[in-house]
């Protein structure tokens, strides 16, 4: 694993988020504090509904807490507009998820060049990149096959370089290892950390896989929308 530095790279500080169901208020996030050092590793660990995904997505600017805010390299990344969001998701964030969500009529290298084309950037200069990366999580057989041709555990891999196509600082993962099998988990975790290690890019997971976690540099436990270690 890398050795992270001092230097935070994004702090959320009184973190509520509260939804409405009709008339009834559920609170899910009690006044959240977090932060993560530049290259740093942490697992967010939980029973079911403590709030870990909800916190996630707030860390991720895909949703808005309901107070608090959140801190990327010191500024306030809920204070701009949601285009400037955005912009700041695709340049600054990658994001893995349980489901890959890749789009079955593009292939590997088209899905992982599409961040790429979102920002404007053109494909002459994108595919060699999204082919380096593909290459770099162990798929370079597998350039031009679409998601249904791959499975699971390369499903998640060809994720995995989407996420780094525009080089982030920080990769936020949801339960990632979910749906694989514990060869294709071990295979996915010790990819997640050679990159911690040698990219230097942190990394913020949501999971129940114990042996995911165990290997973070760092583990806190998410409690009735509160972090309690």
């Known amino acids: 694993m890398s050795e992270a530095s001092s230097e935070i790279l994004l702090e959320a500080k009184g973190i509520q988020k509260t939804f409405k169901k009709g008339k009834l208020l559920i609170p899910v996030l009690r006044g959240v504090d977090f932060s993560i050092v530049r290259g740093e590793s942490v697992a967010i660990v939980g029973a079911s509904g403590a709030g870990k995904s909800t916190l996630l997505h707030i860390l991720g600017t895909l949703e808005e807490p309901t107070a608090g805010k959140v801190f990327f390299e010191g500024k306030d990344v809920f204070a701009g507009s949601e285009d400037e969001r955005s912009r700041f998701r695709n340049r600054h964030l990658g994001f893995v998820f349980q ?69 982030p600082e920080l990769m936020l993962g949801d339960e ?11 295979n996915l975790i010790s990819l997640l950390l050679e990159l911690n290690r040698r990219r230097g890019v942190s990394l913020v997971v949501v999971t129940h896989d114990v042996a995911l976690a165990k290997k973070m540099s760092r583990v806190v436990e998410m409690r009735d929308g509160r972090l309690v270690s």
């Open 99 to 167: 489901f890959h969500y890749l789009l079955p009529e593009f292939t590997a290298l088209e899905n992982v060049a599409m961040a790429g084309l979102i920002a404007g950037r053109h494909e002459k200069f994108l595919n060699p990149l999204a082919e380096e990366l593909l290459t770099e999580v162990g798929l370079a057989h597998r350039l031009h096959h679409k998601p249904g041709e791959l499975s699971g555990g390369e499903s998640q891999r060809v994720a995995v370089a989407r996420a780094l196509m525009m080089k």
């Open 176 to 186: 990632l290892t979910g749906n694989l099998d514990s060869e294709n988990s071990n």
